[in-house]
């Protein structure tokens, strides 16, 4: 099994950035792909940003390319998701992710392990 814990969310003015970081345990997650999905109120939870196994192949959401950045650390077992030039419609609650393959893959229903999720608030 294994455990993921979210951290780094807040309140954050538009324009401002944040770093999110997701911390594995229970098993390594070096191979596997690991991904942030979010969920604004009252709409379905949606992919973000996923890294492969490797850590060489990316994936964005056309909302967040430019402005976020995923990265992981093998030795740690972690993955960050840092998040720049943050607008309203950014927030929502972000959850890290993981799935027993080594693709970087966008659908919520190939991914596995998921944490708790950590909030996201942008003011205009």
């Known amino acids: 099994q294994v455990q993921l814990v979210a951290s780094g969310g807040g309140l954050v003015q538009a324009g401002g950035s944040l770093r999110l970081s997701c911390a594995a345990s229970?098993?390594?997650?070096?191979?596997?792909?690991m991904a942030w999905f979010r969920q604004a109120p009252g709409k379905e939870r949606e992919f973000v940003a996923a890294?492969?196994?490797?850590?060489?192949?990316?994936n964005y959401a056309d909302s967040v390319k430019g402005r976020f950045t995923i990265s992981r650390d093998h030795a740690l077992n972690t993955v960050d998701l840092q998040m720049n030039s943050l607008k309203p419609e950014d927030t929502a609650v972000y959850y890290c992710?993981?799935?027993?393959?080594?693709?970087?893959?966008?659908?919520?229903?190939?991914?596995?392990?998921w944490g708790q999720g950590t909030q996201v608030t942008v003011s205009s």
């Open positions: 890294i492969s196994g490797s850590g060489t192949f990316r």
């Open positions: 992710a993981a799935r027993q393959g080594s693709g970087a893959r966008l659908r919520r229903d190939e991914y596995d392990y």
């Open positions: 229970g098993r390594t997650v070096s191979p596997y792909a």
